[in-house]
């Protein structure tokens, strides 16, 4: 017999079979691809699929479990009825939408979002796209699925089929604990950061990962920011002038720059440090004795005295990083896994030369679809929070800088060279927790977030020094630089450049130059050019990122912030509010051309984002 107090659990079960078999069709539908992963593979596209699968199912279970609730204190409400009729209509209609997402992913090669809704003034073109669709099988597959749904849920998962025995008051009190409950499975669990389409990212071929998101929940997070993502809204002229202007910036430069390597397939260690602020940097004329290692790593190489984060966020400024790709406004590529796995990544360009490729950080890499955008890098290596000990756990993000720089240098004295690595680190991010004492009094932000970059700082000192004694240090590049700058100290508006001025230094032993300081303006998203170059590895994908050190007749950096843009040549600076198309500043040599060239940009970068 079966207890209609226990009815909530068993409904949401019946939406975790839904998902789990729409899974298996999706793989036989697309059984050439399948047989390309290993039955191993095969098992983690549901076993990582599992946590979006039980999120949607939990948004399907809302309303069912909402009118159970109700139906107590309103005894002539028919839930039974309504649940069944509901279940129903979800039933076709995800059946629906699981046919046009077989076929559409043949011509497009990613799961069902809102792409679609794009084509809604012109069908003809979304229609072309399943001209020679198999439309009999694909209704045999609807009919077929939606039938055994139906059937399954009128006869075992039913609301009728479930007894009452309990009290009413005790009844009520749990069927209201299970509607709360739901909050729980919808955000992916306890941890801080909800659930996002990184969690069923889990390898390097896009099939896999593509297998193991829930095509419901990803239509639904899809939908929920196409206004972000549909319409260009920096419409400042035409596009055509717009795309002028910006290849006027971009022009071609005589390959002059000299070498700085000692050289020519060095390892290569890349380190961005987490809010960085060139305002506690000593070596750009910062505070003096925040970050007295990073100084001296400056001293000891080459000094970027001009560079500027593309934007003010973590995930936007490792794309800028790793795929030289301008940052966006309200949004980011990186929280698209379809966009950005169209981007280029450092990672493939070095796998491709026959580098090994690791990243470390000390925290959740699902956080803002960061694990996926890595996962399409190819990196051999992904180490985060979880390859850690709790107890070496600050209060919130993860692990403390020293026990990632830890692991970083044991396992690059066993790492196969030449390699390319990646470390990300996270200690001077709010809630600015260390495990060593204050420096600097106080007990404010500004003097919290002081304390947490020298430690940061103190624990790049240790890592360099132990790095310097061991056999790899000779054949490696360092390159050190910020995700994104800060407010503090001085806490600077939102929008001016102050906030986005960071570190980045070229240093390590395969660094032949001591000492230089080189002022060519730049953004965040040249360093992949400067690099590359520098080892001799081809660029051309990284079309938005310049070399540093080659003579360039437009110096420039742009920036972007929530909502407008700064842009930065030798003549000053001019930020434009978007909204309000005002100026926020505008430095006394700006020009009205330059001010044009500042609104190309940002409307060229973001039409590229939009055309991804």
């Avoid at 692991?407 to 690595?421: I, M, W, Y």
């Avoid at 990122?545 to 001019?574: C, E, K, M, W």
């Amino acid at each position: 017999m079966k207890r209609r107090i226990f009815y909530q659990p068993f409904y949401f079960l019946f939406w975790i079979i839904y998902f789990l078999v729409t899974r298996a069709i999706f793989l036989l539908y697309h059984l050439p691809r399948t047989h390309t992963l290993s039955s191993k593979e095969v098992g983690q596209v549901f076993l990582n699929g599992l946590p979006l699968d039980i999120s949607f199912a939990a948004y399907c279970s809302l309303i069912p479990f909402l009118a159970i609730t109700i139906s107590v204190a309103i005894p002539k409400l028919r839930a039974g009825k309504f649940i069944r009729y509901y279940t129903f209509s979800i039933i076709l209609l995800l059946t629906l939408l699981l046919a046009a997402d077989l076929e559409l992913y043949n011509f497009w090669g990613f799961r069902l979002d809102s792409s679609p809704l794009q084509y809604l003034n012109t069908p003809a073109e979304l229609m072309a796209s399943t001209a020679i669709a198999p439309w009999f099988l694909l209704a045999v597959i609807t009919i077929t699925t939606s039938a055994f749904f139906l059937f399954l849920f009128r006869f075992v998962f039913d609301y009728r089929t479930f007894v009452h025995i309990y009290p009413r008051l005790l009844f009520s009190a749990i069927a209201f604990l299970y509607l709360i409950l739901l909050v729980i499975p919808i955000r992916g669990g306890l941890q801080q950061i909800p659930i996002n389409q990184s969690i069923a990212y889990f390898s390097d071929k896009p099939f896999a990962n593509h297998a193991s998101l829930n095509m419901p929940w990803n239509l639904m997070h899809s939908l929920l920011k196409y206004n972000k993502e549909k319409k260009n809204p920096y419409q400042f002229m035409e596009l055509q002038q717009a795309e002028s202007l910006v290849a006027h910036l971009y022009a071609a430069t005589p390959d002059s720059a000299e070498n700085i390597l000692r050289e020519k397939k060095p390892n290569v260690l890349f380190i961005i440090l987490e809010s960085f602020t060139g305002k506690f940097v000593g070596s750009l004329g910062g505070e003096q004795g925040v970050t007295p290692n990073l100084d001296k790593l400056a001293a000891d190489g080459i000094n970027f005295t001009q560079m500027y984060a593309s934007g003010d966020r973590s995930e936007k400024g490792l794309v800028s990083l790793l795929s030289g790709y301008p940052v966006q406004t309200t949004t980011s590529i990186i929280k698209n896994p379809r966009k950005s796995e169209q981007l280029p990544e450092l990672s493939v360009v070095f796998e491709q030369h026959g580098y090994s490729t690791s990243f470390y950080h000390g925290g959740e890499l699902e956080f803002a679809n960061i694990k996926s955008y890595l996962l399409n890098g190819g990196y051999d290596r992904l180490i985060s929070k979880f390859d850690f000990s709790s107890k070496t756990y600050n209060s919130k993000w993860g692990t403390h800088d020293h026990v990632l720089f830890n692991k970083v240098l044991q396992d690059l004295n066993t790492e196969k060279q030449p390699f390319f690595s990646t470390v990300f680190t996270l200690s001077s991010h709010e809630p600015y927790d260390i495990p060593i004492p204050a420096k600097f009094p106080g007990n404010d932000f500004a003097a919290m977030f002081r304390n947490s970059v020298y430690y940061t700082d103190w624990a790049l000192g240790q890592f360099i020094e132990a790095a310097q004694q061991q056999p790899w240090w000779e054949h490696t590049l360092v390159v050190l630089v910020a995700d994104h700058g800060h407010p503090l100290p001085n806490e600077d508006p939102n929008h001016v450049p102050s906030k986005f001025r960071i570190p980045f230094i070229l240093t390590g032993g395969a660094v032949k130059e001591k000492g230089r300081q080189v002022a060519t303006l730049g953004t965040q998203t040249d360093i992949a050019a400067t690099l590359l170059h520098q080892l001799g590895m081809p660029y051309d994908e990284f079309k938005w990122s310049r070399n540093l050190l080659a003579p360039s007749a437009h110096p420039f950096a742009f920036y972007v912030f929530n909502d407008g843009f700064g842009y930065i040549t030798n003549q000053g600076a001019v930020v434009l509010d978007n909204i309000g198309r005002n100026v926020l500043l505008r430095d006394e040599g700006v020009t009205d051309e330059q001010l044009e060239q500042g609104k190309a940009y940002m409307q060229y970068s973001f039409e590229d984002f939009i055309l991804k």
